[in-house]
């Protein structure tokens, strides 16, 4: 066991698949569940996700507490939690973008920022609610945790082991490398995807354009099926790192324009050949 | 039995699958292969994709020839087979691009132009060439076929009814619009792809973006997997169509640039929902 009691502040996809996972490998006895809609969390009790609900100062009483949340309410979760946190009480979070994250936090916590561990695990689905969470959803994936500075060592040796007890392998990044890297490999390609497909379905015959669309275009687009409120408010957390990835994405795609125009075969060539040799060496990586 | 005879020009994937699907269908009797690289002929005739292997003398006497090659190679070969041509005989391709092969088959055809239908199966595999050949590669696959005002109504029909034979389903289309649909729904997401690949590759810390990329990152870039030859080939046959494209594409990202920059998470909520909804509506009308 690596801790008694953990308390999971939004029992959906993550926070439930981050729940069972520690409860079958033992790494938790009880799991608490916090969250605003009761049904929710009526659903997580049936599915055992949790052992009972709780409220701000029942969770506060936890050893760990796991914030599975919109990252928009990041702040105003840590303020209910930050007066009623046991001491030694660890919290850590599960929101894609981190220096805002760190920012809320901070603000939030004031002297207790110490026990505050910001994570990421990179693990996800297009389903979400407590009835998709799955106790392997984390097993082989990654977790990027970046500590700051002044972040507790002990606070974040217990949130790694108890991601590493969950299947995950962890990591460790700088909050704003974090936002850089997601801004580039996962969330430009998320608004790459919406604009493609929301210029062609704007079209007076876009109609045509989809019947004929294939598996490529499927596979380009899977990622404009995801949530639109949970993208808006990724957007707006990662706005700055993400422009500075937009703008080397359109100068890239500019300069293939141009390539494209002058009817530079050789360089179009070396460029495709490039980024393939480069595609098939990241998938040797990957596991799945 | 719908022809006698059937040549293919290029027993790679497109060719050797047309081939198998149709003499399993009983559609044609015979299929005689022709080609550059007597190794693949050999393995095209070891798979039992061919019959035998001609040259373009006996190739021009089939009832039927399909040209299944890198487009940029359409006009050579008909040149080569035009005066080899039997009366009757029906000439058709399946290159990924239309109006710069209808304007090859005029060029070299003169004459027995009104024989050609041009066609373009939307089916492949990220595998080539015979070994990669299946029967049911077209099951249930779109074909577009482009025939233009002269072209022979006849011959049209054959066509047609051989690719219905492995499968297919046929719709005939302007070699423009043609040109213009498969730009946006495939040679741009294609482009977009190696172009976001090859942007993070050419970094000096690209290894961290990689190594943190997860699974819409695969997807989005599964197809900068593709043959660069094929794609570079492409790209300079669809030239027009695509930069016009890639400007609708820079167009649209530039827009959606600006909205992050604003902050106006309204409009980005709008956006994100008419993408997912137009997606989620194209699905449905996709079987696999």
Chains 1, 2 share one sequence.
Request: with cysteine; net charge negative; charged share 20%.
């Amino acid at each position: 066991m690596i801790v008694d009691t953990l308390a999971i502040v939004g029992t959906g996809l993550i926070g439930g698949s981050f729940a069972l996972a520690l409860k079958q490998s033992g790494a938790v006895r009880r799991v608490l569940g916090v969250g605003r809609n009761p049904a929710r969390l009526t659903i997580a009790r049936e599915l055992e996700l949790i052992d009972g609900v709780a409220d701000y100062a029942q969770a506060g009483q936890a050893d760990c507490i796991l914030l599975a949340l919109p990252v928009g309410e990041t702040e105003a979760v840590l303020r209910q939690l930050a007066p009623r946190l046991k001491p030694g009480a660890i919290i850590t979070d599960a929101g894609s973008t981190k220096a805002n994250v760190v920012e809320a936090a901070r603000a939030a916590l004031g002297a207790r920022f110490a026990d505050f561990v910001p994570g990421h695990p990179i693990a996800g689905s297009e389903q979400s609610g407590p009835g998709a969470a799955r106790a392997d959803l984390f097993q082989g994936k990654k977790v990027v945790l970046t500590p700051l500075a002044d972040t507790r060592a002990d606070a974040l040796e217990t949130v790694k082991a108890l991601w590493q007890a969950a299947g995950a392998q962890v990591e460790t990044l700088d909050a704003d490398q974090h936002d850089r890297v997601f801004a580039a490999v996962s969330h430009l390609p998320h608004l790459a995807a919406f604009a493609l497909v929301d210029e062609l379905a704007q079209r007076a015959d876009g109609e045509t354009f989809f019947r004929l669309a294939a598996s490529g275009f499927r596979d380009f687009t899977r990622i404009a099926g995801s949530s639109p409120e949970m993208w808006r408010d990724i957007t707006l957390a990662n706005r700055e790192a993400l422009l500075t990835e937009l703008d080397a994405y359109l100068a890239a795609l500019q300069t293939l324009r141009q390539t494209v125009a002058a009817e530079d075969g050789q360089a179009l060539l070396k460029m495709f050949s490039r980024a393939r040799a480069a595609r098939e060496n990241w998938m040797k990586t990957q596991d799945s």
